[in-house]
T-cell receptor, first 115, second 114 residues
Framework: GAVVSQHPSRVICKSGTSVKIECRSL??????MFWYRQFPKKSLMLMAT?????????EQGVEKDKFLINHASLTLSTLTVTSAHPEDSSFYIC???????????FGEGSRLTVL | DQQVKQNSPSLSVQEGRISILNCDYT??????FLWYKKYPAEGPTFLIS?????DKNEDGRFTVFLNKSAKHLSLHIVPSQPGDSAVYFC?????????????FGQGTTLQVKP
């Protein structure tokens, strides 16, 4: 069964609204979670690294005020897309690992459509 | 700068034949490599991995080969099955850096024809 769960799996929102996506580790405590975005016909792009209890580390070119990441507990990280625009429509995927040497587990992904 | 490259966007193979998916990387600090399989609208699932201290790792129908001098790895699937049709991503990590970050290639869409 899934060890990392994302919710919601699909969300449609109006331009200008904010959307929150949750990523939960189900069977382990995830000290580190990663958020990726997949553009059509392109690779998964790492957006940010989220460590429990500290600020997320964003990759170059990712707007931290646009994509708010919170890793408040060892089993939950959230990605909030603020003031969403149609160009934010994408497939967002999280992954989680326990410690630095643990296997990386991926969530099922969340498809965001901004109208 | 694309540190991990999959130069073939698509591959079509007949059922029962071998599928070979290729991946090149540029960063010599990468010491751990993984292959993921992804179906449409689903998250990637882990397939197989290889450490830089090895040159081959086999798991059932899947074998990954690593050529460090050429900075090249490949995934062999034999025999290929229609259910293997998916997008395959290779990924690389610098585990010694302890960041856990994976750098993904662009993906190769594999179609296995019955």
């Amino acid at each position: 069964g899934a060890v990392v769960s994302q919710h919601p799996s699909r969300v449609i929102c109006k331009s200008g609204t904010s959307v929150k996506i949750e990523c939960r580790s189900l069977d382990f405590q995830a000290t580190t979670m990663f958020w990726y975005r997949q553009f059509p016909k392109k690779s998964l792009m790492l957006m940010a690294t989220s460590n429990e209890g500290s600020k997320a580390t964003y990759e170059q070119g990712v707007e931290k005020d646009k994509f708010l990441i919170n890793h408040a507990s060892l089993t939950l990280s959230t990605l909030t897309v603020t003031s969403a625009h149609p160009e934010d429509s994408s497939f967002y995927i999280c992954s989680a690992r326990s410690g630095n040497a643990g296997e990386l587990f991926f969530g099922e992904g969340s498809r965001l459509t901004v109208l | 700068d694309q540190q991990v490259k999959q130069n073939s966007p698509s591959l079509s193979v007949q059922e029962g034949r071998i599928s070979i998916l290729n991946c090149d990387y540029t960063n010599s600090m990468f010491d751990y490599f993984l292959w993921y399989k992804k179906y449409p609208a689903e998250g990637p699932t882990f397939l197989i991995s290889i450490s830089s201290i090895k040159d081959k790792n086999e798991d059932g129908r899947f074998t990954v080969f690593l050529n460090k001098s050429a900075k090249h790895l490949s995934l062999h699937i034999v025999p290929s099955q229609p259910g293997d049709s998916a997008v395959y991503f290779c990924a690389a990590s610098d585990l010694s850096g302890n960041t856990g970050k994976l750098i993904f290639g662009q993906g190769t869409t594999l179609q296995v024809k019955p």
